[in-house]
Structures are given as C-alpha cells and as structure tokens.
C-alpha cells in the first residue's frame, strides 16, 4: 500500500523527513511476509520500479521509524527490503 506522507506525522516527528517527503510517498506493509522472502523480493521489485535511486532511502527510513516505535518485526522486514535493494544495485540515499 502507498499512503501519503502526511498520513504518518508524529508529534515526536518519527516518519516526517528526508526519504518521505522526497518520495511524496511512504510505504506501509505488515512485517509478516511468507518465510522465503517473496513478499520481500515483490515488494523490492516495486519498490526500485517506482522510486529508483530513492527506494534504498525509503526502506531504510521506514526501518529506522519501526524501530524507533519498538516495532522490531517491522523494522526486521524492512532491512531485508533494504538488503534485497542493495543488492540490486540501486543507488543509496
């Protein structure tokens, strides 16, 4: 799902910089993805097709604001979408 940016605005201001608002997006998914990763992979794909260079930064701040709010299975899911971006080659943000 793609929600905008303003749908996640905290008061402690989690979730409101940099690879959001370059995005003008800011992905939400459940960190309860098959245990082979193809949730992972799909969702890396998409990622790298509709941010490009900017994909890496997303999943590394959505990982960053999960952890933050103690939602490590999140923030876990998310560094494995960081990983399979990396290893694509997509350029870091």
């Not at 960190?31 to 890496?56: C, F, H, W, Y």
Request: aromatic letters at 4%; a positive charge; one cysteine or more.
């Amino acid at each position: 799902m793609v929600y905008p940016a303003h749908r996640h605005s905290h008061s402690d201001g989690l979730g409101c910089g940099g690879a959001d608002r370059a995005s003008g997006a800011r992905l939400g998914v459940t960190a309860t993805g098959a245990a082979d990763g193809t949730d992972e992979q799909s969702l890396a794909r998409d990622m790298i097709d509709v941010l490009g260079a900017k994909a890496a930064a997303v999943a590394r701040d959505n990982a960053r604001t999960a952890a933050l709010a103690g939602r490590r299975p999140q923030a876990t899911f998310w560094l494995r979408v960081l990983g399979l971006i990396q290893q694509r080659g997509t350029v870091q943000g």
